[in-house]
């Protein structure tokens, strides 16, 4: 019985080491990468890969919301919001409408303006309390309706006046152009699924599903078995030794 | 009529994107200026503005223009730099060129809030910048809090910067 066990030692020693080497490899590289996820960025680094956002079951955003102003178009979809096809910022706000005035273009979002100019970029960001609607008046100022009031401005948004002109063009939704839409579908999708989650999921096995997470878990219980049967065969040799010393 | 509607609307900075906010801007600008709030500047981030202030930031700063409010004694800049995921709203008063107090107007991250407190922020009074666009004094930092105090320090070397911009 003694005389089989040791060999049968060995051999569970070696072929567990074997079966388990391809996960404890996989586990030691994306543990080493988690451990430094802000350092690799990690969290901000997002899959574009087709096949793993398949994978993942991610669908395209079917919810755009757009505005149109003379020559560029707002959109929104959950929290991005875009400039024609190029992301402008996050928000959790809603977009309701944009005008284009001979300088900028201004977005409303439901508690702050966007002030962008015709190239669409960013000027900035307005707090405004429960705006309802935007428009342009005759004359090419920007309106909005605030709470209860009707307020305008011509000054690139740092002064408002009350404004009762009835004369106003609001903005309205506008459908999108297809090149648009699908340009803005295909960056929502890869913006979604960070890195981290994916390593995360390979290390833990939830990647490959339930199989993944019993392999890993199986891999655990050889890496016991694996310490157990090392220091028992490393005392055996030890012990050997001793006695021929 | 018309000064009602500007004092609520260019200084309400509203508390919509100060969802967390431990006080909203209005309060704080009449705090400073005792009731008695100038009208809001701007200052234009121009080419050569806008590259020192990435260089502070160590980004873009995704805006071009900034609102500031300014006596002869001080002057006050609201600006938000994201921490990890979120931005944090800061407000800082400047007199003669050094920082008077620095104050988290609001916080949107899960973690590192801990840069709220008087005994973190206390550290920025009377920090001017040096040649080099960085603090006159060393900030200690807060474990678990690396972000939201980088973010908190790179606010304050801005608005210094943009400060010295408009004297």
């Given at each position: 019985?003694?005389?089989?066990?040791?060999?049968?030692?060995?051999?569970?020693?070696?072929?567990?080491?074997?079966?388990?080497?391809?996960?404890?490899?996989?586990?030691?590289?994306?543990?080493?990468?988690?451990?430094?996820?802000?350092?690799?960025?990690?969290?901000?680094?997002?899959?574009?890969?087709?096949?793993?956002?398949?994978?993942?079951?991610?669908?395209?955003?079917?919810?755009?919301?757009?505005?149109?102003?003379?020559?560029?178009?707002?959109?929104?979809?959950?929290?991005?919001?875009?400039?024609?096809?190029?992301?402008?910022?996050?928000?959790?706000?809603?977009?309701?409408?944009?005008?284009?005035?001979?300088?900028?273009?201004?977005?409303?979002?439901?508690?702050?303006?966007?002030?962008?100019?015709?190239?669409?970029?960013?000027?900035?960001?307005?707090?405004?309390?429960?705006?309802?609607?935007?428009?342009?008046?005759?004359?090419?100022?920007?309106?909005?309706?605030?709470?209860?009031?009707?307020?305008?401005?011509?000054?690139?948004?740092?002064s408002w006046h009350s404004?009762?002109?009835?004369?106003?063009?609001?903005?309205?939704?506008?459908?999108?152009?297809?090149?648009?839409?699908?340009?803005?579908?295909?960056?929502?999708?890869?913006?979604?699924?960070?890195?981290?989650?994916?390593?995360?999921?390979?290390?833990?096995?939830?990647?490959?599903?339930?199989?993944?997470?019993?392999?890993?878990?199986?891999?655990?219980?050889?890496?016991?078995?694996?310490?157990?049967?090392?220091?028992?065969?490393?005392?055996?040799?030890?012990?050997?030794?001793?006695?021929?010393? | 009529m018309l000064k009602n509607i500007l004092l609520i609307t260019l200084l309400s900075?509203?508390?919509?994107?100060?969802?967390?906010?431990?006080?909203?801007?209005?309060?704080?600008?009449?705090?400073?200026?005792?009731n008695s709030v100038p009208k809001p500047?701007?200052?234009?981030?121009?080419?050569?503005?806008?590259?020192?202030?990435?260089?502070?930031?160590?980004?873009?700063?995704?805006?071009?223009?900034?609102?500031?409010?300014?006596?002869?004694?001080?002057?006050?800049?609201?600006?938000?730099?994201?921490?990890?995921?979120?931005?944090?709203?800061?407000?800082?008063?400047?007199?003669?060129?050094?920082?008077?107090?620095?104050?988290?107007?609001?916080?949107?991250?899960?973690?590192?809030?801990?840069?709220?407190?008087?005994?973190?922020?206390?550290?920025?009074?009377?920090?001017?910048?040096?040649?080099?666009?960085?603090?006159?004094?060393?900030?200690?930092?807060?474990?678990?809090?690396?972000?939201?105090?980088?973010?908190?320090?790179?606010?304050?070397?801005?608005?210094?910067?943009?400060?010295?911009?408009?004297?």
């Open positions: 019985m003694k005389k089989k066990l040791w060999p049968f030692l060995y051999r569970l020693h070696r072929y567990m080491g074997l079966l388990s080497a391809l996960v404890l490899i996989m586990l030691a590289v994306t543990g080493i990468a988690l451990n430094h996820t802000e350092d690799l960025k990690l969290d901000s680094h997002k899959i574009n890969s087709n096949a793993i956002l398949d994978w993942y079951g991610i669908p395209s955003p079917q919810n755009l919301k757009s505005f149109a102003t003379l020559d560029h178009w707002l959109t929104q979809v959950n929290q991005n919001i875009y400039f024609d096809k190029a992301m402008l910022i996050k928000t959790e706000e809603n977009l309701l409408g944009s005008v284009e005035t001979d300088e900028f273009i201004v977005a409303a979002l439901s508690n702050s303006l966007l002030l962008l100019s015709v190239e669409g970029e960013l000027i900035e960001q307005t707090p405004l309390n429960n705006i309802k609607r935007i428009g342009l008046n005759s004359k090419k100022a920007v309106v909005i309706i605030a709470g209860e009031e009707q307020l305008s401005s011509n000054d690139g948004l740092l404004d009762n002109n009835k004369a106003v063009t609001w903005s309205k939704n506008t459908i999108l152009p297809e090149s648009i839409k699908k340009t803005i579908q295909s960056h929502f999708r890869s913006s979604i699924l960070p890195l981290e989650r994916v390593l995360l999921d390979i290390h833990s096995g939830r990647f490959f599903g339930m199989i993944g997470v019993i392999i890993v878990d199986i891999s655990g219980i050889f890496v016991i078995i694996l310490s157990l049967s090392g220091l028992a065969i490393w005392l055996r040799r030890k012990l050997i030794v001793l006695k021929r010393s | 900075l509203s508390s919509s994107l100060y969802a967390e906010e431990y006080q909203n801007a209005e309060e704080f600008l009449s705090q400073t200026f005792a500047k701007v200052l234009w981030l121009k080419k050569d503005l806008k590259k020192v202030a990435a260089q502070i930031l160590q980004h873009n700063p995704g805006f071009l223009r900034t609102r500031y409010w300014k006596t002869a004694e001080k002057s006050v800049w609201i600006l938000n730099e994201l921490g990890k995921t979120k931005p944090i709203t800061v407000a800082v008063i400047i007199k003669d060129n050094k920082i008077e107090l620095l104050k988290v107007l609001a916080f949107r991250e899960s973690r590192g809030w801990e840069v709220k407190h008087d005994f973190f922020t206390d550290q920025f009074k009377q920090n001017s910048l040096n040649e080099e666009l960085r603090l006159s004094s060393a900030i200690d930092g807060i474990s678990g809090a690396t972000l939201s105090v980088r973010a908190l320090t790179k606010v304050a070397q801005l608005a210094l910067f943009f400060n010295s911009q408009v004297q």
